[in-house]
């Protein structure tokens, strides 16, 4: 693929930011569980945390493709940052496009320059894949709204200093889903449990609970009823970025594998020279760049502002991607043998932390659903 | 306060490669920015966001492949770049000191810098010469090993540099400006290039000159060099056994290592 100057420079300076600041303390994080946090402030001072600002904000405002490969690039690097960070962009992303001049002017070039973290609730204990189906209410109350409920699998959650909420306002109407702006600090809002994760250790995962928090009614986000159309508009985005990295989480696995068939030497050879082994990579690299034309394709769709085929291709890269990922890590600890299944090489992490790509910001079978859907115009 | 900064792209070699005569095949190069002038670069930036220097300039002697890296200063913080490329450099496979000197000569004297930044030397060939020889032709000042440089001095017109020596040794010197320091890895931390700086750096001038523009002909690069050979030297490796504890092999390392020069003071 061809890409402007800009875009070129741009992907070798993450590269390199990646290899030289992420890598190296991703076992660290992972085994204890902890966001790096001065690479957090890193990866503001290279803007990255104002890639979905616009630019009189002071945020780079990345067109979707550079967005893409912003992501693989960091994904190759450490997925747990590269997650926290799309998870901040939407959060920016959805005050951005949906909150008023006033709220824009607040939290933007603060968040731009790295905090406030933002995080974005939409999952609920008994709603996931049908976000609909959520309890969390926001009443309106004069100038106020009060939030009740509870938000689950949230990342950032210890982390973020402001979230962007969906709720109901009128607990009886499933069509009332609206999009809200509460501070961390908001009384009545708490961090409940961390969980205790497979992979993306480094990232926190917590539940939020809300407690009559009151916040002004200058937060409400988009008009009542237009939250979960809102948050599928920010999420197709938000695909695109978990398919790249997808992509770059697969092609650390890719890297270090071919690596090690080269070095490994069994039956006075390297591994490398078996058929079987080399049919191996030849087919995970086949996984790789598939799935990295497939994300790129997207992100092009998107930037040609085609809604409708954006949201189809962006499931489709999502979906194959991310089970891409799965397929590339899981050989990659073959390759490895025992090796593979010890800290001792990262490929252990890789497999772990694939496993994510399929579930969060909708699941394969969400996701062969939207494209069955687009595919069929039906309903079902 | 102006200041200069030499800037070369350099190429370097992938783990497996062919030298085919005296030269290696482009598919087995990659270029990057000279890690000696990155330091540099970094540099000049400070002493313009010190409020020291007025404009940074960088300039470099490359096709124009090389702009993709010199943009790299630029998104640095340089303010814009001069480029000297000619179809008499396209052809030669060397390109010596004389010939650097001479052309950096000619941009100097337009430019009309107070301080020239280079690197102590660049990675590729290594000559670890063009500064000094540059600062000798324009009858500058120069320090070479620069691996401090006291920001305040500069804006009195002195340069007080901490310069390394063989051995450990560092030493303090002066030096009157206009100067040329050749900087050392390590005098600071270099930056990575921010996302706006690389935008920025999309729309700055990088002025591409000729031979001719600079008021030189082909006769003034023509090389007093002959690279006559290339080729890569037999390895062998050696591989020392510790016997005995942990306490015991870490002392035999120790005396090794010290044997071999690391850590002497
Ligand atoms: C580490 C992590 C981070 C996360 N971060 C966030 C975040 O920041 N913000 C946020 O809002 N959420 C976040 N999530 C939540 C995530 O998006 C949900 O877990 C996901 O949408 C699935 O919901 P669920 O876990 O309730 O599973 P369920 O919806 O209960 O799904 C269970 C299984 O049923 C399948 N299934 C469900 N419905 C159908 C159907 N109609 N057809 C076929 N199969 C179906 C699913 O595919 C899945 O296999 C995160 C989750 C994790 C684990």
Redesign the interface.
Known sequence: MNLSSEQAAVRDVVREFAAEELRPVARECDAEQTFPEDVWDGLAELDLTGLTVPEEYGGYDADPVTYAIINEELAHGMLAVATALSVHGLATSCIDEFGTQDVRDEWLPEMVDGRPVGAFALSEPEAGSNPAEMSTVAEHEGDEFVLNGKKQWITNGRRAGVYVVFAKTDRDDPGSITQFLVPADTDGVSVGKKEDKLGLRASDTTTLIFEDARIPAKYQLTEEGRGLSAAFQILTGGRIAIGAQSVGLAQAALDAAVEYAQQREQFEQPIADFQAIRHKLAEMQTKVTAGRLLTREAAQKKAAGAGMETAFLASQAKYFASEAAMDVANEAVQIHGGYGYTTDFPVERFYRDAKILTIYEGTTEIQKKIIARHLLGDDA | MKVLVTVKEVAAVEDEFQIAGTSIDETYLEYDLNEWDDYAVEEAVQLQEAGIADEVVAVTIGPERSE?TI??AL?KGADRAVRIWDDALEGADLLDVGAKTAILEKVVEEEDPDIVLSGVQADDDGFGATGVSLADALGYEWAAVVNHLDQDSVESGTASVRRELEGGVEELTDVELPAVLTIQTGINEP?????????Q??RKEIAPKTLGDLGLDAAAVENELELTDMYEPETESDATYFEGGPDEAAGQLADLLREKGVGAQ
């Open positions: 993709e943009r790299m998104a930056r990575y290039a921010s996302l706006r700086g690389i935008r750096a999309q």
